[in-house]
């Protein structure tokens, strides 16, 4: 039957140029595709500990409460949070994931009249974010392949494209696909400079795995800087990305603002209950911290012994330089083989792949597997 209308071209302008986000290959779909009964999924960076058993407890436990509505205020990990990193609880904004947040700072501050900057090879959110409210977006090139950060954010770079209709600026630290990240204090000179109207979205996701000489005191410049806004999530080294949890830390007035658009029960019962209760089991945080620094040496020695190259990474994953191979190719040769990895060639980046960091069984499966493939040419 034809359309009595083209939806297409009654959308808003915005949605009507998106492409939707590419998540990493389910391995549901993969078992599925080629009859396999285990897979190795290093594709989403997400935790291959699993939940931390306190999350999982918690979880349980709420269950009976499921035909209630959670608390829309979120208190009491708003309270653990606020304990935590000693942060005003009017400063703190819970979201659906992180990814929620970031839609609602692109709701709140985002017209077509404005524009968001941020560099080429940043998370893909970002543009979908700003595009979707009909937002203009102003793209940094990204700092040469050959620079001591290659494919890093070029600071100078965003910070010339900020003019008077710049409302957001998202940087991401560490910055995934490419996992370079910035020092601190240049990252510092860098909010400092900004305008007084325009917010700097500071995205978090991976810095609880940043060493320390790499991880700014971010929450100490809140005081200092009201246009800064943080952002980060349980999704990562939480080990929560199924339940959907993240948070920003921002002025109160942002807060409030944030507050007003959001969905009045954003985020979901479980998901409060898990991250309050992840949030107390800082012995799962450190191990999770430290199988990611084995596992990094892990790949690194890898993929020394196959001749390939990575960009320097500080979170729980690696962007390897293939050395002219193709990596969407190599992504779907590795699938047979029951190993799923990110290819990135929608982020302006064809000849690398991104690989999580796993166990050190789902990292050597997957080395093997990739040693086969560039073996057979
Ligand atoms: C994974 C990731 C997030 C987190 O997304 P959630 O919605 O919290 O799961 C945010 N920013 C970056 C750069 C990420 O890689």
Known sequence: MPLPCDFTALAAPGVRGLTPYQPGKPESELKREYGLDSVVKLASNENPLGPSPKALEAVYACLPELARYPDGNGFELKQALSTRLAVDAARITLGNGSNDVLELLARAFLTPAHNA????????????????????????????ADSAMPYGHDLAAMRALVDDDTRLVFIANPNNPTGTWLAPAELEAFIASLP????????????????????????????RYPNLVITRTFSKAYGLAGLRVGYALAHAQV?????????????????LTAATAALGDAAYLAEAVALNRSGMQQWQDGLTAL????????????????????????????LPKGVILRPVDNYGLPGHIRVTLGTER????????????????
């Not at 690696?318 to 992504?331: H, N």
């Open 362 to 377: 789902e990292n050597a499966i997957a080395l093997a597997a990739l040693g086969e493939v560039l073996a057979a040419g």
């Open 196 to 223: 007084a109207q325009v917010l700097c979205v500071l995205d978090e996701a991976y810095g609880e795995y940043m060493s320390p000489g790499q991880l700014p005191d971010s929450v100490g410049w809140l005081e």
């Open 307 to 334: 001749g390939l190259g990575w960009l320097p990474s500080a979170g729980n994953f690696l962007c390897v330089d293939l050395k002219g191979r193709s990596g969407r190719e190599l992504f779907q040769r590795l």
């Open 255 to 271: 807060t409030d603002l944030l507050n007003r658009v959001r969905q009045p029960f954003n985020v979901n019962l479980p998901a």
């Open 117 to 144: 900057v941020m560099s080429a090879h940043a998370f893909a959110v970002y543009p979908l974010a700003t595009l979707a409210v009909g937002a203009t977006l102003k793209t940094a090139p990204a700092l040469a």
